[in-house]
């Protein structure tokens, strides 16, 4: 018989392990020596442990899930429980459940992982749905529906959450997408409808802008033209294509009609150059009347120069403001120096003016009287005040008496 630390071989060639529980055949090696049948079934031992080891090394490396590490202990557990090899089984079993707590480790590992990113996942989860909302109040129609599909493809990238709370957010984001798009609709629907009516309008106002376009009643068709003008930016856009023919339309009507007026004007400012001309020496002769020393003499002249103003015509656009501001400016002057004489000469002012003058004599000689009887029982308080009453009432006086002198001319 053959023995070894962990097994022997009987006389008829069975191999014994030795275990805790005594001893269990392992299996025969009957072409063999007992040395060599104790060294085929101590190598089996040796692959096996090396199997321990390597599931040892994956399952602290953690590149194997809890669930995976578990199912290959067992697996490999059962390898050793019945194996048939020779060596410290024991040993292996104890290394095997050396690896329970890490794998019980890894586990709380993993699900707190996994709890962290359920929750980093749904706090994303209730951006995206936050977003949405605020896009589907809003009325961003160019920007909304491409941001919208955006947010999708980033509610898709995410992980899923516990059923409850995704199944919720869903329905909250699938709710902004649905309201906002039927918002969209409607306001694209609406400005369809306005711009379909705005169609109406302009068309209408291009055919009554071409019907006036030849008009020769240069005052009231400009004005009328003022008001399509007005009225069709009322109206608002149509389709853009109709809107772009339509505007073409009406703007060439317009430069029919105010080219034609300018030509007229511009022949009409030729015939009224001469007219022009006639002003300016007129205005030489009025110009030459100021500054007025005769107010009668320069009204009779004006008088005169303005009705020879009138006969000469109309003159040139271009210098009605320049003469007519001449004129009216020697006009002005005139009238200014005849106001003027008429505030001196203005009866009742004048009257006004005397009668202060007298009234402010009565009461200075009365002052006078009580300043003589103060000095005379020598009240030299009282004199000092009467003193100086005296004195400002005396200031009146002379500037009474002045404006009654300018009245009287």
Do not use: C
């Not at 018989?1 to 191999?15: A, F, I, L, Q």
């Not at 961003?140 to 709370?165: F, M, T, V, Y």
């Not at 020769?216 to 399509?228: F, I, M, N, S």
């Amino acid at each position: 018989m053959t023995s070894h630390e962990w097994g022997r071989v009987d006389d008829d060639g069975t191999v014994y392990v030795r275990t805790a529980d005594g001893e269990r055949p392992v299996g025969q090696y009957p072409e063999g020596t007992p040395e060599e049948a104790l060294t085929f079934f101590t190598e089996r031992y040796a692959a096996l442990s090396f199997e321990v080891e390597l599931l040892e090394q994956r399952v602290r490396s953690g590149v194997l899930s809890p669930e995976e590490a578990a199912e290959s202990v067992k697996t490999v557990r059962a390898q050793v429980t019945d194996a048939n090899a020779v060596g410290d089984l024991a040993a292996l079993g104890a290394r095997l459940d050396a690896l329970g707590p890490v794998i019980a480790t890894q586990r709380e590992a993993r699900k707190a992982e996994k709890a962290a990113k359920s929750a980093e996942a749904k706090a994303a989860k209730e951006k995206l749905v936050g977003e949405a909302e605020k896009l589907a109040q809003g009325s961003d129609w160019r920007h909304g529906a491409n941001r919208l599909r955006e947010l999708l493809d980033e509610w898709k990238a995410l992980p899923r959450i516990d059923r409850a709370s995704d199944d919720a957010l869903w329905r909250r984001f699938s709710s902004a997408r649905t309201a906002y798009t039927r918002r969209r609709k409607s306001h694209f629907a609406e400005q369809n409808e306005k711009r379909d009516a705005a169609r109406g309008i302009k068309e209408r106002l291009v055919v009554e802008a071409e019907k006036i376009a030849d008009s020769t009643e240069w005052g009231p068709t400009a004005g009328r033209y003022r008001d399509l003008m007005r009225e069709w930016k009322a109206a608002g856009p149509a389709p853009k294509e109709v809107d772009d023919a339509l505007w073409k339309r009406f703007r060439s009507a317009q430069d029919t009609f105010f080219g034609a007026r300018d030509a007229a004007a511009a022949e009409q400012d030729q015939e009224f150059a001469a007219n022009a001309e006639v002003k300016e020496q007129l205005l030489v002769e009025a110009e030459a009347l100021v500054p007025v020393t005769d107010v009668e003499a320069a009204k009779r002249a004006f008088r005169d120069i303005a009705d020879r103003w009138d006969a000469a015509g109309k003159v040139p656009r271009d210098r009605m403001k320049e003469l007519e501001g001449r004129i009216r400016k020697v006009e002005q002057a005139i009238r200014a120096v005849e106001d003027e004489q008429w505030k001196r000469s203005d009866p009742e002012k004048s009257a006004r003016a005397g009668d202060m003058v007298l009234k402010l004599e009565v009461a200075i000689a009365k002052v006078q009287a009580d300043l003589d009887q103060a000095r005379s029982t020598g009240n030299e308080k009282k004199v000092r005040e009467l003193e100086e009453n005296l004195a400002s009432r005396q200031q009146f006086l002379d500037m009474a008496r002045k404006a009654s002198a300018d009245f009287s001319g």
